[in-house]
């Protein structure tokens, strides 16, 4: 597929942006709100509600058909949901999902930007500093006692940031790490389109489709730190056969 954009989807992207970040000041001040008048016990009602109507419009905006497969057994409890990150079309993407009781494991970066603070304070979101191994460490493993507590799902990156090369970028040990831990499962999402769509760092798009698929859960009780690398290459070749890259 051509990476050459039309006059149109520049002028969609651009207008994509602003209704994101008007979206985000909105959700910012009935979050506030909400949290206030409920004192906190709204923040799951939040979390389930409020990505879906973040994420689509802009998608809509931005001439892309958004298409979800649920793979996930009915029964699925917690669980620590992965995803390939390779375009900046992720965020919208995965907030489209509207996936229930989760938080979500996000750069330390984004707090710079005042609307995600408030929201990602407000609802409970972890925030890493990836440049620091020990600072992130750290602050996953204070999390698990309040995930466990709470039966809350975790959302990662395993890449870590959306600028690597290839399709799919080496899967950091975090994500396994954690779902070995509090003896979540990992449930892949594979979003086929994004990286096509929207390169890299680009904050501009083609008009499109995205398939996101949530594949089956992947059993983690067998798993420990002497095999932890083994299984972590097991669910990335899995992201490689989905991405159709040939590894032979």
């Known amino acids: 597929m051509s990476t050459q954009l039309s006059p149109t989807e520049y002028i969609r992207s651009f207008i994509g942006m602003f209704v994101f970040m008007l979206l985000l000041a909105i959700a910012a001040i009935l979050i ?28 809509f905006i931005l001439g892309i058909k958004f298409t979800k497969v649920d793979l996930r057994p009915k029964e699925l409890g917690p669980a620590v949901y992965i995803f390939n990150h390779s375009s900046t ?3 919208p993407a995965f907030l489209s999902l509207a996936l229930e009781r989760f938080r979500i494991i996000v750069k330390w970066e984004l707090q710079y930007i005042p609307f995600f603070f408030i929201i990602g304070r407000l609802t409970g979101q972890v925030f890493i ?14 999390t698990y006692d309040r995930l466990k507590n709470n039966n809350l799902s975790v959302i990662i990156a395993p890449e870590g940031s959306r600028k690597h090369e290839g399709r799919i970028g080496p899967f950091k040990k975090g994500a396994f790490r954690m779902a070995m831990d509090l003896g ?5 999402i594979y ?17 499109g489709e995205i398939i996101a698929t949530i594949h089956p ?7 420990s ?24």
């Open 32 to 59: 506030i709100i909400l949290t206030l008048l409920s004192f906190g016990k709204a923040t799951d009602w939040i979390v389930r509600t409020f990505p879906a109507y973040l994420g689509r419009p802009v998608l």
């Open 225 to 248: 730190p002497d095999n932890l690398e083994e299984h972590i290459a097991e669910v990335r070749e899995l992201y490689l056969d989905w991405a159709g890259v040939n590894t032979q």
């Open 217 to 223: 859960p992947i059993a983690t009780e067998s798993w």
């Open 129 to 142: 500093k990836r440049s620091n191994r020990e600072h992130a460490v750290a602050t996953l493993k204070k």
């Open 184 to 188: 979540y499962p990992i449930v892949p």
């Open 89 to 91: 079309l992720d965020i």
């Open 191 to 207: 979003f086929d389109g994004n990286d096509e769509l929207s390169k890299g760092a680009s904050l501009m798009s083609k008009k």
